[in-house]
């Protein structure tokens, strides 16, 4: 009961807080679409072919030339390409100062800059997921949140050592009519929890996996990314240029002909290594379209040097996004996963009622105690 | 009215396992079948509480 009590007291403001952004988050691809227009792009045969990427990144380059470009982004949904862009790798590293263009993967056409302003939808995405998954301070927001979420599961589970003993003398689902707001809510309380319980607890755990996601990523690059370029060194770049990204992503596929490109890092960037384009693919079933590969490719001699396997706990954080998400399951997923959102935003809420009315009542006793 | 223990967790956990099933089903199946018991299967906890809640304005209405 104690435990029960004060992870769920430390962890309900917040919680509601999660709980309530997260709905609107759930339908976060739905909403962007709703509120951006995009039908500025053009109609144009489903086999159309695609345009150069190297046209892209020159055109990107042409109408920034004081800054670097840092990735580009492919898009499997739409024919889009996002390029993006910074005055250094550390502005990169700065969301805030990170600039994008995105074109029109078919005809090479600009759909849109940043700068130009931020579109309605992806504003109001980008605050929800702000007090969501970071409250607008970065990574202390996230690992504050992190733990959290483990007092949130602590808090389930407590609650369902609880929910044993109390049950033994109810039906199961009874809710006590008649016997004042309290036992109802109780009730409630109880049937809401122990129903949505093992959602929660899904939902709970891949949260607190995926707020690791920044030191998870900076370990790999630590250790096993590192180790890949130590083993490489010895071959300084030979030639200065750049070799061809188109190349290097045509390369990719040659390799892999089961999966399909989505972004790629330049070299430099602290999301990848010294000399190479680091290239994320992804695969076609539900699933594996989940697990990337992220590939090396030599960018100054365009070879392809190395497919690399990504350790357990990058496997763990990636199969934690869907399952936290509830985006893997079309529409109707999506609004079951809003529903037992509410559910749980109920619980929550009735557990602050039923402590705030039991803490009204021994006040009541107190005082009529202190009368006698 | 005491009731057992068994009876206490057998609805628990079915809708533990269905929600379970319904996770999985919809990442690890390959489309076809799979989405649409998936929603079945997350669905479920949803129609429970639903069905408490009516017995439950049943009995009162009764009484």
Not at chain 1, 74 to 79: F, Q
Not at chain 1, 144 to 163: E, P, T
Not at chain 1, 259 to 283: E, V
Request: proline residues 5%; glycine residues 8%; neutral net charge.
């Amino acid at each position: 009961m104690v435990v029960h009590k004060w992870t769920s007291l430390a962890c309900t403001a917040f919680l509601l807080v999660i709980c309530l952004t997260g709905l609107p988050l759930i339908f976060r691809e739905e909403i962007s679409d709703w509120l951006d227009d995009s039908s500025s792009r053009a109609e144009l045969p489903a086999d159309a072919p695609s345009a150069d990427i190297d046209d892209l990144v020159a055109e990107a380059r042409r109408r920034h030339p004081d800054m670097i470009v840092a990735a580009i982004l492919i898009d499997d949904a739409k024919p889009q390409v996002v390029v993006w862009m910074a005055s250094s790798w550390a502005d990169f590293q700065d969301a805030g100062r990170r600039r994008f263009i995105k074109f029109d993967s078919r005809t090479g056409q600009v759909l849109g800059e940043s700068g130009s302003g931020k579109s309605p939808g992806a504003a109001f995405v980008d605050w929800m997921l702000h007090l969501h998954a970071d409250l607008f301070v970065g990574l202390g927001g996230e690992l504050f949140l992190g733990v959290i979420g483990l007092l949130f599961v602590a808090a389930v589970v407590s609650g369902v050592v609880l929910y044993g003993p109390f049950m033994r003398k109810l039906a199961f689902g009874a809710v006590r009519q008649g016997q004042g707001s309290r036992i109802r809510w109780l009730d409630l309380h109880n049937l809401l929890g122990i129903v949505t319980l093992s959602w929660a607890l899904v939902v709970g755990v891949t949260g607190v996996v995926n707020e690791l996601t920044t030191p998870l990523f900076a370990l790999w690059q630590r250790t096993d990314l590192r180790a890949v370029l130590a083993a490489q060194a010895g071959t300084p770049p030979t030639v200065p240029e750049l070799s061809s990204l188109q190349a290097a992503l045509a390369a990719v596929r040659g390799a892999m002909p089961d999966r399909f490109a989505t972004s790629a890092a330049f070299p430099g960037s602290p999301y990848g290594t010294p000399h190479h384009y680091l290239i994320w693919t992804k695969g076609t079933t539900p699933l594996t379209a989940r697990l990337l590969t992220p590939v090396m490719v030599d960018a100054h001699t365009g070879e392809l040097r190395e497919i690399l396997t990504l350790p357990w706990y990058l496997r763990a954080l990636e199969v934690s996004r869907p399952l936290h998400f509830g985006d893997y399951g079309g529409l109707p997923l999506k609004v079951i996963w809003a529903l037992l959102d509410v559910v749980t935003i109920t619980v929550l809420a009735s557990g602050l009622y039923l402590w705030l009315s039991k803490r009204r009542q021994r006040d009541q006793v107190e005082v009529e105690a202190g009368r006698g | 009215m005491t009731t057992r223990n068994s009876a206490v967790w057998r609805w628990p956990i079915m809708l533990a396992l269905l929600t379970v099933f319904g996770l999985l089903s919809a990442l690890l199946g390959e489309g076809g079948v799979w989405w649409p018991l998936s929603w079945l299967a997350l669905a479920s906890p949803l129609v429970a509480i639903g069905a408490c809640l009516a017995a439950g304005i049943d009995r009162t209405a009764r009484h």
